[in-house]
């Protein structure tokens, strides 16, 4: 089993930065792509930003590129989520995810919010 905890949500003003952290611990992930997804009130879950197991790969929303990075550290078991330029419609619940690519193996955290107001 993975345990998946996400830290560093809050409330921001338009323009300003957060950095998300996602910490593994139950088994490393240095294997798993690491992916984030947001969910705002009302609206379906959706994908944000994704990392190969070796970080060498990502891929982003087209919402949120140019302005966020997703990055990992296998040594510390951590996905990173740096969100710059904030905008209101980046307001969301912010979720982890591991995927062990080729298998059915899928973890998630419980989420932090992120609210940015203008």
């Known amino acids: 089993q993975v345990q998946l905890v996400e830290s560093g949500g809050g409330l921001v003003q338009a323009g300003g930065s957060l950095r998300l952290s996602c910490a593994a611990s139950g088994r490393t992930v240095s294997r798993y792509a690491m992916n984030w997804f947001r969910q705002a009130p009302g609206k379906d879950r959706e994908f944000v930003a994704t990392?190969?197991?070796?970080?060498?790969?990502?891929n982003y929303v087209d919402s949120v590129k140019g302005r966020f990075t997703i990055s990992r550290d296998n040594a510390k078991n951590t996905v990173y989520l740096q969100m710059n330029s904030l905008k209101p419609e980046d307001t969301a619940v912010y979720y982890c995810?591991?995927?062990?690519?080729?298998?059915?193996?899928?973890?998630w955290g419980q989420g932090t919010q992120v609210t940015v107001s203008s």
């Open positions: 995810n591991a995927w062990l690519q080729g298998s059915t193996l899928s973890y």
């Open positions: 990392i190969n197991w070796n970080g060498g790969s990502t």
